[in-house]
């Protein structure tokens, strides 16, 4: 079974890119773009599927959207590592800011931003 | 410290969605855009600075990074969540997938995508 | 009335940079960013709504949106201006290929991509 | 030579959209999500390129770009022409707003945002 340890994951990467001596291509700004290019490439899956289609995915496809995501975290990990961020960290941090910007009892089936609660709480 | 375990940050954050009767918004076509929203938002932080200055944020900007990259690592965890795919999985894969096509001794200080390199060889 | 001439609107951008000094900013390699970020702001928009939904925005919104779009507009000039190329030619260009690629009678009602009907007419 | 003008390529997306009954597709939110994987498609030409080398394509690959900057040209018509706005009149107005927001005077040579000039105005 595959590691699900982020930090085992991006030792790996950083080895890859050394042993071809590509950090020299890995700049932030870089893998910013290289990230928001696989981004793309997710979004072409679904872009003409409804949101019940974009569940029932055939096997294939679901692989190929895996592999997309997998692209993605790779270029996550790789511009946390040269930045010399804790993503995972940062993660954890974001998911109490998420709990505490949105409590349950108050956002239950409700899907608007942040900001537009902020902008209704004035009115209070 | 953080756990890097990311089946303890997906099951969190599958459970934040629960709370807040968010999956019915969590399709996978939704979260592939959210994605591609908050990857859009990472490449705002560098698309004036240079490479090198793409290394030397303040600290407060590369906090903003590191919060920006979990938003997207957020996401990619949610997407496979609902997908029902394991993403550390297909990132483990794509490692082999990379290594088999991107030999060391081939590819070394060169950027260029597999496809130019197989395009070459074609012609060899 | 605002002209709706390309040429005029380009030119007015390239003048507007150069009083700013902003071209040394303006690579392509930096407008595609730029304009990738404000794609991710256009689907931030969009990325909760249902498909429904994404038709009957409020007046309000429908204006942001117009902005959005006019944001990415401006940057596809600028990045075609640094270039050297006419993206008025090549979408001209675009739509005379796209109509040889996906006759009426063959793709009615049906969005797959020209790749997914390529594979098709392999078995043919 | 191509006409320049924006509404008669955005009659032509549109009459090419209803022959194919694909206006069913064409939803706001999908031709946003259509929009930027066209942007994440042009990154990837540039993603490994420094600033320089963007400027420096060969012929063919900047024939490519100019075929990508054109798929976003006719995503950003679509999306305009099915929410009823008028994208130029809303760049003219966009080019009006930057006018004013950055001051040439005040921001030659330097690219930050215009959030934060005014950070540094609320100081003044």
């Given at each position: 079974m595959a590691s699900d340890s982020v930090n085992e994951l991006s030792i790996r990467l950083r080895d890859f890119a050394r042993a071809r001596d590509w950090e020299q291509f890995h700049s932030p700004k870089n893998l910013a773009m290289a990230l928001a290019g696989e981004a793309g490439e997710l979004l072409e899956h679904f872009q003409w599927l409804t949101e019940?289609?974009?569940?029932?995915?055939?096997?294939?496809?679901?692989?190929?959207?895996?592999?997309?995501?997998?692209?993605?975290?790779?270029?996550?990990?790789?511009?946390?590592?040269?930045?010399?961020?804790?993503?995972?960290?940062?993660?954890?941090?974001?998911?109490?800011?998420?709990?505490?910007?949105?409590?349950?009892?108050?956002?239950?089936?409700?899907?608007?931003?942040?900001?537009?609660?902020?902008?209704?709480?004035?009115?209070?």
């Open positions: 019940a289609q974009s569940y029932e995915l055939s096997e294939a496809k679901r692989d190929e959207v895996a592999l997309e995501l997998a692209d993605i975290l790779i270029y996550v990990l790789r511009c946390a590592e040269r930045l010399g961020v804790d993503v995972m960290d940062a993660a954890w941090r974001k998911v109490e800011i998420n709990e505490r910007r949105y409590p349950a009892h108050r956002v239950r089936g409700d899907a608007r931003r942040a900001s537009e609660y902020d902008i209704e709480s004035d009115g209070e």
